[in-house]
């Protein structure tokens, strides 16, 4: 068997819609006050209902939590919080019931420090196989000048550890050990646990932190080319040894022009996140300007015919400025950190509703963008309803409150009493549980929930959206976003007002003058394409025309 592209199937990840949860926020079982896998597979008929094709689910393996799980103390053990392995079985089986694909987490990058790796890393001989699963050094000097990620809490990327006397390497928290992938013995443990999860029927895995794999003196310690060479003997690996089935998603976040080579030859990641995209395109509500998003997206390159982006708007961490400019950033921060706690290493820690002003209009701007781009949405859990965060929270604390189901006690999430919760839910005025929750909004034709059943359904019925090419169009008027999507006889015309005010706009589109056009969402017939297409659309508004040719013409 070879590891040729060809070997895939189908291509189930270019035209999914993928739904972030986090085990723990969802939905409490037990009422011990956490989400459990149990909880979780109680609401796949809601999340089936979204229309979403595939979960994403955040790491649930046994770990002290100082990372919410991305500190691993056993990538074969469930963390006994959220259930057991039994439990992951009847996830995967239930939710293959559904049609949903399983994305889990893999963390490869680092482990806890209390995993046994690392425990017997530490009494094992200087120079052995055991001591080297992780990157050790006599000083803190080497591979000096290498980034800080979580520069609000760490000093370093290296850690004195008294009783091994050398400092161990590590990109994230001083409690995340990086693993040495220069050592073999690594490699093969990690295709080990890549096995496991994969022979129990995941569909992919969303691979943390890639690109920190290797480290090499004078050098950033990303994207190495080690790293790339690695990926793609992993890929071949599952490729063979899963008949091409499973989806590898990169996290790398990088300039379109760095991150794209995370495809390969499509013979890496089958997906990468567009991390660039996603603060443009609060840029461009804020700024009321396309230029930025534009900008980022002719800076993208072609990529692999088997490979697909993953964009979204939020996701569990703080919304990432590490790909702005620095005035851009502090611009951002100027803009959107209603205090001052929302600023958060090189980020914003905020849920998208909040950042939005709590708009409907607003949110639905965002989202339209979201699944008219290229790439495949991701959707982080809450959103659907315009779910609020709480800043005051720990770390990223706030944006990973429990789901809210209804206006219940618990925000309907768990009947523990309200202390024993893992986090507390939003009790805020403006996103408080009791008006912000599944319930409410399952009653209300108008909600946020509703809109984006529909938005779903819509983006499932074209395959431009997934697969289609994109060309820009640019109107005179800098807060106006349009584009047509195009894949084969499908076209799809989408217009963004990034401003609140409503604006009277021409579109070039000579190569579709006398086709039809019909506005999507409302259904509504519009008048044929001209020329020059003349629209007004209100402020914060969007328009999906589908452009169809009429029967009697021959263009
Ligand atoms: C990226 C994850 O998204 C984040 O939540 C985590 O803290 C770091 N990687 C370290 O694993």
């Known amino acids: 068997m070879t590891s040729s592209p060809a070997l895939q199937p189908s291509l189930w990840y270019k035209d999914a819609i993928i739904y972030q949860v986090h085990i723990k926020s969802f939905c409490d079982s037990n009422d011990d006050g956490y989400g459990d896998i149990k909880g979780l597979i109680s609401k796949l008929d809601y999340i089936q209902s979204l229309g979403v094709t595939a979960i994403w689910v955040m790491p649930f393996f046994d770990s002290p939590l100082q990372d919410d799980g991305y ?197 890496e990641c089958h997906m990468n996140y567009h991390f660039p995209l996603m603060p443009r395109l609060y840029m461009g509500v804020a700024k009321e300007d396309r230029t930025e998003i534009v900008e980022v997206l002719k800076r993208t390159p072609e990529i692999p015919e088997n490979c697909q982006w993953a964009t979204f708007l939020r996701n569990h961490d703080e919304l990432t400025l590490e790909m702005v400019t620095p005035e851009e950033r502090q611009w951002m921060w100027n803009h959107y950190c209603y205090v001052p706690e929302a600023k958060q290493n090189m980020g914003i820690r905020l849920r998208l509703a909040r950042l939005m002003d709590g708009s409907y209009r607003k949110m639905h701007l965002m989202n339209t963008m979201l699944f008219t781009m290229p790439g495949t949405p991701v959707i982080y859990y809450g959103d659907e309803i315009g779910m609020g965060d709480n800043v005051y929270l720990n770390d990223r604390d706030g944006v990973r409150t429990p789901m809210q189901w209804s206006p219940e006690n618990n925000a309907g999430f768990s009947h523990a009493t309200p202390q024993q919760l893992y986090l507390p839910v939003i009790s805020d005025p403006e996103f408080h549980y009791e008006t912000v929750n599944v319930q409410v909004q399952e009653n209300r034709s108008r909600s946020m929930l509703h809109w984006m059943r529909r938005m779903i359904e819509i983006r499932k019925s074209y395959q431009c959206f997934g697969r ?88």
């Open 468 to 555: 289609g090419e994109m060309i820009m169009l640019e109107p005179e008027e800098k807060n106006i976003l349009a584009y047509v999507r195009r894949y084969e006889d499908e076209v799809v015309l989408v217009v963004c007002n990034l401003s609140g005010r409503a604006t009277s706009l021409c579109l070039p589109l000579e190569s579709y003058e006398g086709y039809k056009a019909r506005e999507i969402l409302g259904g509504e017939n519009f008048h044929d394409i001209e020329e020059s297409y003349r629209l007004t659309i209100t402020g914060w508004g969007t328009y999906l025309i589908e452009i169809t040719k009429r029967a009697n013409l021959n263009k």
């Open 71 to 267: 500190d691993i103390a056993d990538y074969y053990k469930v963390n006994p919080n959220y259930g057991d392995i039994e439990d992951v079985r009847e996830l995967v089986r239930e939710a293959h019931a559904r049609g949903l694909k399983i994305i889990m987490e893999m963390v490869i990058n680092h482990t806890s420090d209390q995993h046994p790796w690392f425990q017997r890393a530490i009494k094992a001989p200087a120079g052995s196989s055991e001591r080297n699963f992780y990157v050790w050094s006599d000083d803190n000097k080497k591979y000096d000048g290498v980034r800080i990620i979580f520069l609000d809490t760490e000093e370093s990327n290296w850690t004195w550890h008294p009783e091994v006397e050398q400092y161990y390497w590590h990109r994230f928290f001083h409690h995340q050990p990086d693993l040495n992938f220069e050592n073999p013995a690594v490699e093969k443990a990690i295709y080990e646990v890549i096995d496991y999860w994969a022979s129990m029927g995941v569909d992919g895995f969303r691979l943390d932190a890639i690109p920190y794999l290797f480290e090499e003196e004078g050098t950033t310690c990303e994207n190495l080319a080690p790293t790339h060479a690695f990926l793609k003997r992993l890929r071949k690996y599952v490729d063979e040894k899963f008949h091409g089935e499973i989806c590898l998603l990169a996290e790398a976040n990088m300039m379109p022009a760095d991150s794209a080579g995370y495809f390969g030859d499509g013979d």
